[in-house]
């Protein structure tokens, strides 16, 4: 098992025109033995990142440690790491016998250990009846099951997954996720998986960075990502639908403290006063609130739905509240149709609010 550690990890690609950071001071720890996830939008530096830690990127600025030792001018070969891509890597040629046994032929094991840890590791991904077939017959859903097999069979320092579910269909996407953890969990292998997918990268993982534009903005577990965001966009990047978020007035009256906007929304938030008074009572806060958390049927603001939209069990509810949109997750057995007229509510204890200006949690 290893440690990976990295200090203060910049990455800037300079081109004819502009110059792009990629990777901004980043500075992150995955405990030896952890399923990491990295998390982000398409384009924020995930995959910069993770090739800084096989070692196929330079950072520009930083340093990179396997347990306590600097790897950063090692070559990828010398790391030990296995990868898997988003697409499947193979000879098409040859066999997925052959595929997967090649790392173990390229260390020169015995070819009776070969077969052993072939058998086992296609046993485990389920791939047995097709180890005589050749990729190139064979649907992306094999491939990629052929792929992680590859990767998995050897004894790598960590294991770095790159997208690896996206091209899969969801029932094969469901099976690997589940294959995935159960071999993590086994092995005790230093995970890092990186994903635009938040249901892959909270399932799966014990550790989640949420990355944009080149940092990592906050970094914990999947519960303490979803209930305590760090800012608005971890808040709205999270959760499906993610959390809504109301810029507002912080008003005072009659002794009351209210959240309002120009346009009538009004909310009272004097359970709270005593901890904005602690912060000095900004003028201009971000309310935010989780649909799952916004009650419908009764309460103090009037939302006119707008559209309904049914997921499973649930119902979500696109809401015009005054001047502002939201939305609310609700059970199915709550009926509303487009142009009704409801109540709302707020579930106060998870109300959070945002700095304005920087996005960072306040309360």
Known sequence: MVRVFLDHVTKIFKGEKKR??????????????????????SGCGKTTTLRIIAGLETPTKGKVYFDEEEVTDWEPRKRNVAMVFQFPVLYPTITVYENIALPLRAAKEPESEIRKKVKEIAELMGITEILNEKPIKLDVNSKQKISLAKALIRDPSVFILDEPLTVLDPKARIELRTKLKKIQLGMKKTMIYVTHDQTESLTLAEKVAVMNAGKILQYDTPEALYDNPANTFVGWFIGNPGMNLIECDVVEENGKLYLSTEGGFRYDISFIADELKKLAQPKTVVLGIRPEFVEVGSGPLKAKCVHAEYVGNRIILHLESYDRTLKAKTPITVRARPGDTLRIDFVKERIKLFDPKTGNALL
């Open 20 to 41: 792009v950071v990629a990777v901004d001071d980043v500075t992150l720890e995955v405990p030896d033995g952890t399923f990491m996830g990295l998390l982000g939008p």
